[in-house]
């Protein structure tokens, strides 16, 4: 099984690519595994519990949360989470946690590193034409306290061997700009999901930032 999630919509928008995505992937067999999708609510307070949920019901081999990241031009392999909430808005309940801790635990580390083979799924999708890029940053959103909060479950009691991350999607078609089609996104993580189930270890490959 592989689960794909994607947030409910967000800041008045009526759609969220997030979840047009994995709603086009549900049902599909990508090398051999099942696609199930599962929507989050944009919201700290319910983000993670939902995801647990999904977590305990699927038993997933592989993880993939999706958001929507709005004025980026490529599909975004996020690298690193942060165990940080420092919202500049408000969630779709009205939370604005400010400098709080993901999770509050002492010994929980300040960041984790994606489990995804980034780099190997970087390099697939661009040989699919898909544009596509690896991101040193999250946010302090709601994003990025899915993708803290999954790497934590994941570490600790999430199931065995199962690998995960998050990947950032671009603004659909008359939403704004930068923007990518949904076929478009749905053949890049399509791409990525089969590059990361057939890939036990990251590649080396160039894909640094300068800021």
């Not at 759609?15 to 051999?32: C, F, K, M, T, Y």
């Not at 939370?95 to 635990?105: L, T």
């Not at 994606?114 to 034409?129: D, E, F, N, V, Y």
Request: with cysteine; aromatic share 6%; charged share 15%.
């Amino acid at each position: 099984m592989v689960l794909v999630t994607g947030f409910d919509p967000f800041g008045g928008d009526r759609l969220n690519p997030s979840w047009e995505v994995a709603q086009a992937l549900h049902g599909r067999d990508i090398g051999g595994h099942r696609v199930v999708a599962g929507q989050l609510p944009t919201e700290f307070g319910r983000a993670l519990p939902t995801l647990q949920a999904l977590l305990q019901a699927h038993q997933p081999r592989l993880v993939v949360c999706c958001g929507l990241a709005g004025g980026r031009a490529a599909i975004s392999l996020e690298r690193v989470a942060i165990n940080v909430q420092d919202a500049r808005i408000a969630d779709n309940a009205g939370a604005r946690p400010i400098d709080e801790p993901v999770v509050s635990d002492p010994e929980a580390p300040a960041a984790y590193f994606t489990s995804l083979p980034i780099k190997a799924m970087r390099r697939a999708m661009l040989q699919a034409g898909i544009p596509v890029e690896v991101s040193q940053t999250a946010g302090t959103f709601v994003c990025n306290h899915v993708f803290y909060g999954l790497m934590h479950q994941l570490a600790h009691s999430g199931p065995n061997g199962a690998r995960g991350g998050f990947i950032h999607l671009p603004w659909m078609p008359g939403q704004g700009t930068p923007s990518m089609p949904l076929a478009q996104a749905v053949t890049g993580l399509h791409a990525g999901i089969a590059c990361a189930l057939a890939t036990p270890t990251d590649i080396r490959d160039e894909a640094g930032a300068l800021d």
